[in-house]
């Protein structure tokens, strides 16, 4: 199962180019659903008043190679490790669904794009790519849903209380979870048999939501979230830091300070 | 005065939910991220502006008294067991403080509250603060003021 593509078995019945129009119409929906997001919360536009204050407010002139070597340095440690969640289970938690959904959303258009008609020969590397992706995201995305996230760490809600925030990762795991079934379903030759067909209807109604529900979900902090690391990083270097204070320079006066407890103290 | 978050900087760890003495750090129901649920009752502590990790708390002051272009801002640095403070005015006047941090480490003077009994949901839901009505030396119920000696019209 792990090595077969799960799309050119579909293109048996479905023919690939209304696939890769499902492919097409998803990435419209992005783009629809984070437009109206910026227009509606007026986040971009705050983004660029705060560069501007920070422009004013700085005390370092960067150089175009200095802005670049910061940016480059946000991209592979900020974002690339999500280092802002610091170091523990939310961290590795985000890091599985992260880079899980990216190796299955890269893994989805290669073969629907590449290998998606019915005599095409899909190299092993892809399937695996998307199984593997699948996994990632449904074990980060389950262990954040049921035990790190902040309702139910910090705030002792159970977990089976689900409010607007929890769209995306529901969608998240759903989208993988019902995928992943479904091909597992498909593997097993069952010839249209009643339950692979239903895990396939489910499987494109959640990317439908996932897709479609931008707009109403967390979906676009995949976006906005690089943006703040990068500004927040450039201002460090600038000196204006937000009007933060500058990190102190005399510690060894006051000596170790102290190690807090993890937020459970509901 | 009360505190708000900044929205893009926030990562909803929880800090500010954990420390806040008035309960009033709640998580957004819609982006997941923390937010001041009542302004009102805030006590411009700055505890959950120290506890943040991502400094995405700030406080904002009344137009009127603190008008625009003033800022307070605070970095804690546990590993360094400091307190920055930079203060700016209105005038463009700046200030830096540097402090010890001064709270004692859990466990020592404070109580070692994780590994304390876990509140049941009746409890967690109650209004009652941790060791209420303990704590405060009171011996059962909290006191209530009864509705019918309030005085009438005074209230809006």
Known sequence: MFATNPFSILAETVPSV??????????????????????????????????????????????????????????????????????????????????????FWIGSVVMIFCYSSANAETPTIWPMIWHVGALMTILGGSWFWFFLRVDVYSEAQPWYRIIKADLFVLALIATSLTGFIWSYLQSLNLEGRWDANLFLVLFIVSNLVLFGGVYWSKFAHMFYKPGAAIQKNLAEADGSRDNLPPPADAPEQFGLGIKREQPKHY | MSTFVYMTRCDGCGHCVDICPSDIMHIDENIRRAKNIEPNFCWECYSCVKACPNHAIDVRGYADFAPMGHSVRVRREEEKGTISWKIKFRNGTEKNFVSPITTKPWGKFIPKLADGDKPNQGEINSQRLYTEPEGLNIDGELPTVPKESFKKGVYY
């Open chain 1, 18 to 103: 209304v696939m890769q129009g499902f492919v097409v119409l998803m990435i419209l929906l992005i783009v629809a659903g984070t437009l109206l997001d910026i227009i509606h919360k007026k986040n971009v536009k705050y983004f660029f008043e705060n560069a501007k204050k920070a422009k004013k407010n700085a005390t370092k002139e960067l150089t175009t190679g200095e802005r670049i070597a910061v940016v480059s340095k946000t991209i592979a440690y900020d974002i690339g490790t999500t280092s802002e969640l610091g170091a523990g289970k939310r961290r590795v938690a985000h890091l599985l669904g992260m880079y899980g959904t990216i190796l």
